[in-house]
């Protein structure tokens, strides 16, 4: 029900956008995410927008670099990732939460999850 699309290999530094499309238009009035899963390490937080789009959260690491946005008109949210680093290197997810009306940066709050796409930034 969510389809991620937009991986790929980056050198350091440069941009890459993802995109994460939903199939079910209610999807437009709750909170999503980004997270992201490098190997072997846990899935972590990456960015959340709440419904409207008027509310963001970053994670520290990808403050002021990455930006979450979304279009509920096309049922997709985005994440622009500027100056990538190797240490972006990872899997990432997006994801719905139905249970929550506010943001979370917790993912066990978050119920449906796309297949992910793969981000590999090259030193």
């Known amino acids: 029900q969510l389809v991620e699309s937009g991986g790929g290999l980056v050198q350091a530094g440069g941009s890459l956008k993802l995109s994460c499309a939903a199939s079910?238009?209610?999807?437009?009035?709750?909170?999503m995410a980004w997270f992201r899963e490098a190997p072997g390490k846990e899935r972590e937080f990456v960015a959340t927008i709440s419904w409207s789009g008027n509310s963001t959260y970053y994670a520290d690491s990808v403050k002021g670099r990455f930006t979450i946005s979304r279009d509920n008109a096309k049922n997709t949210v985005y994440l622009q990732m500027n100056g990538l680093k190797p240490e972006d290197t990872a899997v990432y997810y997006c994801?719905?939460?139905?249970?929550?009306?506010?943001?979370?940066?917790?993912?066990?709050?978050?119920?449906?999850w796309g297949q992910g796409t793969q981000v590999t930034v090259s030193s």
């Open positions: 079910r238009r209610t999807f437009s009035i709750y909170p």
């Open positions: 994801a719905v939460s139905t249970g929550w009306r506010l943001p979370q940066i917790d993912l066990s709050r978050y119920d449906y």
